[in-house]
């Protein structure tokens, strides 16, 4: 991919140094918005790591970005910096969150804003050692996101689906330029699905990417979508299940 006149950014340079510690980097991507991303990416995090492995998150989605609400985080305590900003602590996971610095204010980015602010976040921030950083992205293959699995070396793209015609529809586009791309997506989750759909399960043969599972409407979801009562859930059980499989799959 070219980079315009952005090809000389020393940041290019900084990004792989920074992500050096990091086993794999896993993008949640969705054809469209709403499918259930955000909760997905918070829920894979904390999974990962009650089965014992070190786990960041990174909140990239700069239209939308609502983790630190899940995580319950208040944006007046900013990371620590020391050349460079640590990302904190909470629930046992790493958090680095757009937010902090837009204080939820909104982010009206176009085209190389946007991906300058994706560069300057992943520049700047300094994980640990981690096993695995989970990125919440902005819908479908924007700007941002093709710049996320540009910088990030084999990155290994978790996709969101639900079954409606008009995310099977983007399902396609979205496999279609993945495969372009050369980068293998670890699989999908159809997510609000009392069971597997057809449709879905036939894509993922097309495209040999793996349907991990179904993931079922929680009615309660959407008055737990704090922590530590967004891990009561029946959606949480649902994404521990899955999260096993994550570690098998990518080793
Ligand atoms: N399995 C589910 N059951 C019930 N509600 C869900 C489920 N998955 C997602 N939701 C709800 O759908 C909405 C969108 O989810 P979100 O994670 O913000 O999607 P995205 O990040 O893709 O835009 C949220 O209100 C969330 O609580
Ligand atoms: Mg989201």
């Not at 939308?64 to 909470?90: A, C, T, W």
């Not at 992943?122 to 479908?140: C, H, K, M, N, S």
């Not at 859930?233 to 299940?241: E, G, L, N, V």
């Amino acid at each position: 991919m070219s980079y315009g006149y952005f090809s000389n950014d020393p940041r290019l340079y900084v990004i792989p140094e920074r992500l050096k510690n990091v086993g794999y980097v896993i993008p949640v991507l969705s054809p469209k918005g709403g499918v259930g991303k955000t909760v997905v990416s918070a829920a894979l995090a904390l999974t990962l790591s009650e089965l014992g492995f070190k786990v960041g998150v990174l909140d990239l989605d700069l239209t939308n970005p609502s983790q630190h609400i899940l995580f319950d985080v208040e944006l007046r305590e900013m990371p620590e910096e020391d050349r460079g900003v640590k990302p904190p602590e909470y629930f046992g996971v790493k958090l680095m969150s757009v937010a902090f610095y837009s204080r939820g204010n909104p982010l009206p980015l176009r085209g190389w804003e946007a991906t300058n602010v994706i560069r300057e976040v992943l520049a700047i921030t300094l994980w640990d050692t981690l096993e695995y950083l989970v990125i919440d992205t902005p819908p479908g293959l924007t700007d941002p996101v093709l710049e996320i699995l540009t910088l990030v070396k084999n990155p290994k793209p978790l996709i969101i689906t639900t079954a409606s015609q008009f995310s099977i529809n983007a399902l396609k586009t979205i496999l279609t330029i993945l495969k372009e791309l050369n980068v293998r997506p670890v699989g999908v989750i159809e997510n609000m699905s009392s069971k597997p759909s057809n449709d879905v399960k036939e894509i993922c043969e097309k495209y040999e990417v793996r349907y991990l599972s179904n993931v079922p409407y929680d009615q309660t979801l959407n008055a737990s979508l704090k922590l530590p009562e967004f891990q009561q859930t029946r959606f949480f059980t649902s994404m521990r299940d899955i999260a096993t499989k994550i570690p098998e799959i990518l080793t």
